[in-house]
């Protein structure tokens, strides 16, 4: 069954340390999402990768965020410096341009800073 | 640019009533729409879409939506509600087919009564 995965489910860690996030998408597809999901914004876009090129990352902080593929099975979202308002369930989604449209969601990373 | 606006943040219904879920999107191009549902500490699942064509669209576990252009609306419904509907409902919009971003609405929490 395929499935996006992402790692870990969960993460805590202090303010000031890095955190990555990695996430596996569906095998074929060639677009990649990032989406950070609070409950005062709800589902923000982050970034998006087609064929492992940057699309559009407006949505993401620069100064701290940072996202990558380093080939077409992993897409990375690295936070350097955490801050405590970064805590929020981030999402990973994948799918194709060859498709009827619809992205298929992994479980997120739920990331608490303290 | 595109918006989609969820009516009613918290919808409530009894057991074996109809659920209605609410959506107007905004958009400068014909929109591609789309329901996910997400339950509890999960990833968000594709209930259903609409792309072209049929303006009535059936999805999975009994839910459908119509794609209403007069009055740009996308409202989900489900003739009788069943216990393992409750859950976070999410209305999306897209420019284009083919894998490309999905801007979301906030959101509708559903709560089903015994």
């Known amino acids: 069954d395929a499935r996006v995965t992402q790692t870990p489910r969960h993460k805590v860690t202090e303010m000031g340390q890095e955190v990555t996030m990695r996430c596996q998408p569906i095998?074929?597809?060639?677009?990649v999402f990032w989406y950070r999901q609070t409950m005062m914004q709800g589902l923000e876009l982050l970034a998006y990768?087609?064929?492992?090129?940057?699309?559009?990352d407006s949505g993401m902080p620069k100064d701290r965020f940072s996202a990558e593929m380093p080939d077409a099975t992993l897409a990375t979202l690295k936070i350097q410096p955490s801050e405590p308002r970064d805590s929020a369930v981030y999402f990973c989604?994948?799918?194709?341009?060859?498709?009827?449209?619809?992205?298929?969601f992994g479980q997120g990373t739920r990331l608490t800073v303290v | 640019a595109q918006s989609v606006t969820q009516l009613g943040s918290h919808v409530s219904v009894s057991e074996g009533a109809l659920v209605l879920l609410r959506c107007n999107y905004s958009s400068s191009v014909p929109p591609y729409l789309f329901w996910y549902v997400q339950y509890p500490n999960q990833g968000l699942q594709l209930l259903l879409k609409?792309?072209?064509?049929?303006?009535l669209v059936k999805g999975i576990n009994g839910f459908e939506a119509e794609f209403k252009k007069s009055e740009t609306s996308f409202h989900l419904t489900k003739p009788s509600a069943h216990m393992s509907d409750a859950a976070e409902y999410f209305c999306a919009v897209s420019k284009i087919q083919g894998a490309q971003k999905l801007v979301f609405g906030q959101g509708t929490r559903l709560t089903i009564n015994p």
């Open positions: 989604a994948s799918g194709s341009t060859g498709k009827s449209g619809e992205a298929f």
């Open positions: 095998l074929g597809h060639n677009t």
């Open positions: 990768f087609r064929n492992r090129a940057p699309l559009d």
């Open positions: 609409y792309t072209t064509g049929a303006t």
